[in-house]
């Protein structure tokens, strides 16, 4: 962790929307925290460019590619994963630390060796794509032995931004579930990473739980020929992040408690359990790194109840990078939530746009990933009750992906009551890309 100068990273702000009005014994108060980071510079520079020194992040990457048996069904995929990787690879930075490695029921240094990282430059790219050309698809899947890995190589370097890519196209069968989670709370705050599932004989809850757990993105690509372009976008991504370890720091004064923490945009994430005590009455929430961009976060705090006329403070958000000496840097960004106890019915009963926008986009995702659960249980009733609810939020909020993404596993009768009929037959491949996207959030409409 390092400390940050003002013209090295992005400029953040906090937006607070709620309804601070609270009718008399009220104590719940509800409130989406808007953060947005700006001016970084990163995000559009072109590949190949280098930093003046002390001008950009130092960055690391380490590329976890699954050579597995089930890589050679088709021969294409693995043919097409090497391509995707080398894609990734040309579109590194310069002075950007990587490595690839080859996953199978053990993890392999492909390239550059050694235990370390190279240092991206036009040889090394080249030396890594001619390495590439020597993947070869055989043996079982240990997804935790590639974290494991990719977290000594990320740690080996000096470098501010630590990042993850992981391919895989098979269920982790080769370790226990418990070995995978174990590995997932080892790596979890040394590293973020996005997972990628090819093909569709691969476990959604796996995937989507590496990329929950180490604070990436989760996504399908059920075409193998679609890799190039998604791991470009991954690596431009990643290029673009600035600012690694940033936290949420929530402060409430005494008789008050944070009830849940959740990021609601551009996907939605539970932070709730991921709270690391910060100071008295302070808790931090982990939101990994950041580029230029903006995400929402939904904040329910109970507060103590008071008479009416009364204010107060429920809470105060700011945005920290933890320090390795214990302290953290206050990145100069602070909003405030309040409760105010009021007797007008009209004011203390209006809920907030934005609040109601993203609990409906919560329980979206929520009721998507209960009926495809049901479906596959055999409760076609039920998975018709929760499809159908999820119809309607989709329609309601406008989140027209969604919909058209839930239109291939149920028959829409009308959008507006949520009726539906499941489907006699869905392809697998479009029921994974809806479960697996199902967290994905639309902003609320200005």
């Given at each position: 962790?390092?400390?940050?100068?003002?013209?090295?990273?992005?400029?953040?702000?906090?937006?607070?929307?709620?309804?601070?009005?609270?009718?008399?014994?009220g104590?719940?108060?509800?409130?989406?925290?808007?953060?947005?980071?700006?001016?970084?510079?990163?995000?559009?520079?072109a590949v190949?460019?280098?930093?003046?020194?002390?001008?950009?992040?130092?960055?690391g990457?380490?590329?976890?590619v699954?050579?597995?048996?089930?890589?050679?069904?088709?021969?294409?995929?693995?043919?097409?994963?090497?391509?995707?990787?080398?894609?990734?690879?040309?579109?590194?930075?310069?002075?950007t630390?990587?490595?690839?490695?080859?996953?199978?029921?053990?993890?392999?240094?492909?390239?550059?060796g050694?235990?370390?990282?190279?240092?991206?430059?036009?040889?090394?790219?080249?030396?890594?794509?001619?390495?590439?050309r020597?993947?070869?698809?055989?043996?079982?899947?240990?997804?935790?032995?590639?974290?494991?890995?990719?977290?000594?190589?990320?740690?080996?370097?000096?470098?501010?931004?630590?990042?993850?890519?992981?391919?895989?196209?098979?269920?982790?069968?080769?370790?226990?579930?418990?070995?995978?989670?174990?590995?997932?709370?080892?790596?979890?705050?040394?590293?973020?990473?996005?997972?990628r599932?090819?093909?569709?004989?691969?476990?959604?809850?796996?995937?989507?739980?590496?990329?929950?757990?180490?604070?990436g993105?989760?996504?399908?690509?059920?075409?193998?020929?679609?890799?190039?372009?998604?791991?470009?976008?991954?690596?431009?991504?990643?290029?673009?992040?600035?600012?690694?370890?940033?936290?949420l720091?929530?402060?409430?004064?005494?008789?008050?408690?944070?009830?849940?923490?959740?990021q609601?945009?551009?996907?939605?994430?539970?932070?709730?359990?991921r709270?690391?005590?910060?100071?008295?009455?302070?808790?931090?929430?982990?939101?990994?790194?950041?580029?230029?961009?903006?995400?929402?976060?939904?904040?329910c705090?109970?507060?103590?109840?008071?008479?009416?006329?009364?204010?107060?403070?429920?809470?105060?958000?700011?945005?920290?990078?933890?320090?390795?000496?214990?302290?953290?840097?206050?990145?100069?960004?602070?909003?405030?939530?309040?409760?105010?106890?009021?007797?007008?019915?009209?004011?203390?009963?209006?809920?907030?746009?934005?609040?109601?926008?993203?609990?409906?986009?919560?329980?979206?995702?929520?009721?998507?990933?209960?009926?495809?659960?049901l479906?596959?249980?055999?409760?076609?009733?039920?998975?018709?009750?929760?499809?159908?609810?999820?119809?309607?939020?989709?329609?309601?909020?406008?989140?027209?992906?969604?919909?058209?993404?839930?239109?291939?596993?149920?028959?829409?009768?009308?959008?507006?009551?949520?009726?539906?009929?499941?489907?006699a037959?869905?392809?697998?491949?479009?029921?994974?890309?809806?479960?697996t996207?199902?967290?994905?959030?639309?902003?609320?409409?200005?």
């Amino acid at each position: 962790m390092a400390n940050f100068s003002k013209s090295s990273v992005p400029q953040f702000s906090v937006d607070v929307y709620q309804n601070e009005y609270l009718p008399e014994g009220g104590r719940e108060v509800n409130a989406i925290v808007t953060v947005t980071a700006t001016g970084g510079g990163t995000v559009g520079t072109a590949v190949g460019t280098s930093y003046a020194p002390g001008q950009g992040p130092a960055a690391g990457v380490a590329l976890m590619v699954d050579c597995s048996g089930s890589m050679d069904y088709p021969p294409t995929k693995m043919r097409n994963a090497r391509d995707a990787t080398a894609a990734a690879i040309d579109t590194l930075r310069d002075g950007t630390h990587f490595a690839v490695i080859g996953g199978t029921h053990v993890a392999k240094e492909v390239y550059p060796g050694g235990g370390r990282l190279a240092v991206a430059d036009r040889a090394t790219r080249e030396q890594a794509k001619q390495a590439l050309r020597r993947l070869s698809a055989g043996g079982g899947t240990a997804i935790g032995t590639w974290l494991r890995l990719a977290d000594r190589l990320l740690s080996s370097a000096d470098v501010t931004i630590r990042h993850g890519i992981l391919l895989t196209d098979g269920r982790n069968e080769h370790e226990s579930p418990e070995d995978l989670k174990a590995a997932l709370d080892s790596c979890a705050g040394r590293f973020t990473c996005d997972a990628r599932g090819v093909g569709t004989d691969w476990e959604v809850k796996e995937v989507t739980g590496i990329a929950s757990a180490l604070l990436g993105t989760a996504d399908i690509v059920a075409d193998p020929t679609g890799l190039a372009a998604d791991f470009t976008q991954m690596m431009e991504t990643a290029m673009g992040k600035e600012v690694a370890d940033v936290a949420l720091r929530l402060w409430t004064p005494v008789g008050t408690t944070i009830k849940f923490v959740k990021q609601v945009a551009p996907t939605v994430a539970q932070l709730t359990d991921r709270r690391v005590e910060a100071g008295p009455r302070a808790g931090d929430y982990p939101t990994g790194s950041w580029g230029d961009e903006s995400r929402d976060y939904h904040v329910c705090v109970e507060v103590p109840t008071a008479g009416l006329g009364q204010e107060m403070l429920a809470a105060r958000v700011s945005l920290v990078v933890p320090q390795s000496d214990g302290s953290a840097q206050n990145l100069g960004a602070q909003g405030l939530i309040r409760a105010v106890w009021t007797d007008d019915m009209v004011a203390s009963t209006s809920i907030n746009p934005q609040v109601a926008h993203y609990t409906g986009q919560a329980e979206l995702a929520q009721a998507i990933q209960q009926g495809l659960d049901l479906r596959k249980a055999g409760d076609m009733d039920g998975a018709t009750a929760k499809l159908g609810r999820a119809v309607q939020l989709a329609s309601a909020s406008g989140n027209a992906d969604t919909a058209k993404l839930l239109a291939k596993v149920v028959d829409v009768v009308d959008a507006t009551t949520g009726t539906v009929r499941l489907k006699a037959k869905v392809e697998e491949a479009d029921e994974m890309t809806l479960e697996t996207r199902s967290t994905k959030t639309v902003r609320v409409k200005k």
